[in-house]
């Protein structure tokens, strides 16, 4: 949004495989998340560093299930499992 590019491409890694996304400009969505963003900070000020309860923010499962619908038709453009295979250590 604050680009003005229209479209990025989003790396997943995971232990097992990295994932590459295409992932379009959605002005739509760049507006909403923007009014789900001040609106979790203006309930969040008066809890002083606790989290607020999302659920109870208005417009918040519009929001989520907005953000599903429009996650579930990206592109995966790519997924390359790991060299060495699946690594179960703490910290790599």
């Not at 909403?32 to 417009?59: D, H, K, N, W, Y």
């Not at 519009?62 to 599903?68: A, G, R, S």
């Amino acid at each position: 949004m604050a680009t003005g590019v229209p479209h990025c491409l989003l790396v997943g890694w995971q232990v097992e495989e990295c994932k590459v996304v295409y992932v379009p400009f959605d002005a739509d969505w760049c507006r909403q998340m923007v009014v789900m963003l001040a609106s979790v900070i203006a309930a969040a000020i008066p809890l002083r560093g606790q989290r607020p309860t999302f659920s109870e923010l208005p417009g918040h499962e519009e929001f989520v299930q907005c953000t599903k619908e429009r996650s579930s038709v990206l592109k995966e453009l790519c997924s390359v499992g790991s060299v060495k295979g699946a690594v179960n250590a703490l910290w790599l």
